[in-house]
Nanobody, 124 residues
Framework: QVQLVESGGGLVQPGGSLRLSCAAS????????MGWFRQAPGREREFVTA????????IYAASVKGRFTISRDNAKNTVYLQMNSLKPEDTAVYYC?????????????????WGQGTQVTVSS
């Protein structure tokens, strides 16, 4: 069983940056991919980005491509989400999760071991 803990959320002005972290405990971290999802009030959870176990492959939602960057440090059992040029529509609770399959996917059913989430609010 893998346990995930997100951190790094907060309040930021439009155009600002934040870096989220997701620390994992449990089985070999580098053996599985990781994903970030978000959920805004009144909206369904949506895919943000994912990264393979080695870190060599990444995928992004169109809404964040070019602004967000996912990375991982397998020595620290941690995956990161660098968010730049933040917009009010990025406001949501952000969750990390472990990928169930080798091939990176965008649907939530392909992920498990969800963290508790961290709130990101973009507002002036």
């Amino acid at each position: 069983q893998v346990q995930l803990v997100e951190s790094g959320g907060g309040l930021v002005q439009p155009g600002g940056s934040l870096r989220l972290s997701c620390a994992a405990s449990g089985r070999s971290f580098s053996s599985y991919g990781m994903g970030w999802f978000r959920q805004a009030p009144g909206r369904e959870r949506e895919f943000v980005t994912a990264i393979s176990g080695s870190g060599g492959n990444t995928i992004y939602a169109a809404s964040v491509k070019g602004r967000f960057t996912i990375s991982r440090d397998n020595a620290k059992n941690t995956v990161y989400l660098q968010m730049n040029s933040l917009k009010p529509e990025d406001t949501a609770v952000y969750y990390c999760a472990t990928a169930r399959f080798l091939w990176l996917r965008r649907d939530g059913d392909s992920y498990d071991n969800w963290g508790q989430g961290t709130q990101v609010t973009v507002s002036s």
